[in-house]
């Protein structure tokens, strides 16, 4: 059996046992744990399941037709849960937690009895269940963009504790529909809300032009690779915004226009000496996204250093300190004592499938999304 083939397969057995574990069917599950605590708790997002969906609706075009009827499969599984997770009372929005009722942190002890931690709507997960949405009218996608506009910064509030390199900017806010949620500057969530206004071919508006700005400064002053923590408090890893930068790169026409793409090729390519073979994989499919080759990685699903990785490598993280006043507990957030960590065994095959399909693809095509 080729590569493709077996990581199409354990999506598959990974989903029935989602099921099995008491998830919605056409679920995928997920971890949340902590680096030095013995914290590890199921986790019930739709963030991890939609960004499954996101990849493989991109790659199903490249697969053989056996192979695309099962991500197909595969896909339309996770669309049947989205409902699970809009808004209760803002339409076109949607929640990484199921919100009627609220089911924040699930099967955890303390979190999810605290109303102080319960998430408003936010503009990640919305952009990206529409983006992989079957009802997704040019309509519709002007609705979306209206509602993620009153909460960008400036509109109603200013983001706290960031100097003016960023923060005279309107880009878009991270939450949505709630008054005691922050303004807090993501440039991962920037780059989905902008691959889905390239991939709907909506006209730039003053937040877009904003968070293009954002971007291009981030790189600019290299603060994705020496201060990610600040442009990026939930995806606070170099490789992983450059993951998204790469893939926003991947439906813009010129991104030459926006971004200096030579300097984006330069960092990707000089973590690539990093230990992690995760990090590679993801750095790999950046440099493909860009058009650019790449040395393969070589990677076996039983090797140890893998395994080590899908246990530990976190896509992206929860501070736990973050929308609260105090200006001693801000400067702490940044610490990963302070953070929650999000791991999911499906959306890491998915990568390592991704790769596959994409080094496989001619020249000029792998950057296709």
Request: a positive charge; charged letters at 20%; hydrophobic letters at 40%.
């Amino acid at each position: 059996m080729n590569k493709i083939d077996f990581l199409i397969e354990k999506l598959e057995s990974l989903q029935i046992a989602a099921q099995a574990d008491g998830l919605e069917k056409g679920m995928f599950g997920s971890q949340r744990f902590h680096s030095f605590l013995p914290y590890l708790r199921k986790d019930n997002n739709i963030f991890f399941p939609a960004s499954i969906a996101f990849v493989l609706q991109n790659l199903s075009p490249h697969l053989e037709l056996r192979q695309r009827e099962k991500v197909d499969r595969i896909t339309e599984g996770i669309r049947n849960n989205y409902h699970l997770y809009a808004s209760a009372g803002c339409d076109f929005v949607y929640n990484f937690y199921q919100p009627k009722p609220n089911m924040h942190y699930p099967y955890g002890w303390v979190l999810s009895r605290l109303k102080h931690f319960a998430l408003a709507e936010d503009a990640d997960d919305t952009v990206i269940l529409w983006m992989t949405s079957n009802h997704l009218s040019a309509e519709r996608a002007k609705r979306v963009k209206e509602k993620l506009v009153p909460f960008a910064n400036l509109s109603q509030k200013k983001i706290k504790g960031m100097d003016s390199t960023y923060a005279e900017l309107p880009f878009y806010g991270t939450w949505l529909g709630s008054g005691k949620m922050p303004i807090e500057l993501e440039i991962c969530v920037l780059c989905n809300i902008l691959t889905f206004t390239f991939r709907q071919n909506l006209t730039l508006n003053e937040q877009d032009r904003a968070s293009l700005e954002v971007i291009k400064r981030a790189i600019d002053s290299r603060d994705l690779m020496t201060n990610s923590f600040t442009i990026s408090g939930m995806y606070p890893n170099a490789s992983v915004i450059l993951y998204h930068i790469a893939r926003l790169c991947a439906v813009m026409r010129q991104p030459d226009s926006y971004f200096d793409t030579e300097k984006l090729i330069q960092m990707m390519t000089s973590r690539l000496t990093t230990h992690s073979v995760l990090e590679k994989i993801i750095l790999s499919i950046s440099l493909m996204n860009l058009g650019q080759p790449c040395e393969p990685v070589v990677w076996d699903f039983n090797d140890p250093a893998l395994r080590k990785d899908f246990r530990h490598f976190p896509f992206f993280i929860a501070p736990m300190l973050s929308g609260i006043s105090n200006n001693i507990l801000l400067r702490l957030k940044k610490y990963r004592p302070f953070h929650i960590l999000f791991r999911c065994d499906a959306f890491y095959v998915t990568l390592l499938l991704e790769y596959e399909v994409k080094k496989n693809l001619p020249p000029g095509n792998s950057s296709a999304t």
